[in-house]
């Protein structure tokens, strides 16, 4: 296949790269930087969509930039760089758990962005006869060189890791190699989506986590101490409400629709997961 992926050149987007290559696939990445294999948003938007198989959109600025303050305008830069390459969900609950057939309405910034990034993606009725249309809505990433863990491994190392508020939040996570394998896994053309409409995927682990839980883990395989817990009022002031609420409210997400499709999971669980991650 001729697979197109805006934002290939990010964390997940190069691990996708790899495994389609892997695979067999021809991927053109969508960048800012003209290069070989490589063509630029500008292009796109005055030559349009490339001969293509697949398109899969990845980019996006990254929402806990800590070099960025939280300001009206890099929330403009957060939506606009998901919706403007596109032209995603669940309400914060500890007991609820939520599958891709769940139902939900916008109730903060993340949940209207989520609203909007999908309705952008949206193919008109006469194109989704002929195209598969779906969306993976993921949970933290986690994987080398990249991702949430890149930011941890510092204060972990030092002992200064510990929970993030209360650390009792569901904590929704997967791999890196997970996330790219199920992008992979609904590009197959062999398999028969259960309707004509978009389908949704969890792109989570089955393994359903508390943030304290994920900071003992982390903190076991590292071998170092996990006692100082980050307060709920620290965050807020670092990262602004916003953004606070990401780290310290969690849905309970299980991927449903992901493993009746039958996706399998590498990394099921947290200790194969971060064993992987930082055994070297």
């Given at each position: 296949m001729r697979v197109l992926i805006g934002g290939g050149s990010g964390f997940v987007g190069r691990e996708l790269t790899k495994l389609l290559k892997v695979k067999g696939h021809e991927v053109t990445v969508i960048s800012r930087q003209p290069g070989p294999g490589r063509i630029t948003w500008t292009d796109l938007e005055s030559a349009g969509l490339p001969v293509c198989d697949a398109v899969v959109n990845l980019a996006g600025e990254n929402?806990?930039?800590?070099?960025?303050?939280?300001?009206?305008?890099?929330r403009a830069d957060v939506f606009n760089s998901r919706l403007k390459t596109t032209r995603t969900c669940y309400r914060a609950n500890g007991e609820t758990t939520y599958t891709e057939d769940s139902e939900w309405t916008p109730f903060d910034v993340w949940s209207q962005l989520v609203k909007e990034w999908e309705e952008a993606g949206q193919l008109p009725e006469n194109i989704t006869k002929n195209t598969r249309q779906v969306i993976i809505r993921s949970g933290v990433v986690l994987g080398r060189g990249g991702g949430a863990i890149q930011q941890m491994l510092t204060p972990f190392w030092l002992g200064l890791g510990g929970t993030l508020g209360s650390g009792n939040q569901p904590f929704p996570w997967i791999h890196v190699s997970d996330l790219a394998g199920i992008i992979s896994h609904s590009l197959d053309p062999t398999r028969v989506p259960a309707s004509s409409q978009p389908e949704v995927f969890n792109g989570v682990a089955p393994a359903l986590n508390t943030n304290c839980q994920f900071t003992q883990e982390l903190g076991r395989v590292l071998k170092r101490p996990t006692l100082l817990p980050v307060p709920e009022f620290f965050l807020?002031?670092?990262?602004?409400?916003?953004?606070?609420?990401?780290?310290?409210?969690?849905?309970?997400?299980?991927?449903?629709?992901?493993?009746?499709?039958g996706f399998q999971f590498q990394y099921p669980d947290l200790t194969s997961a971060l064993r992987q991650i930082l055994t070297r």
């Open positions: 929402i806990l930039n800590p070099l960025r303050r939280w300001s009206e305008s890099y807020r002031a670092a990262l602004g409400r916003d953004r606070a609420i990401i780290l310290t409210r969690g849905q309970r997400v299980v991927p449903k629709r992901t493993l009746e499709s």
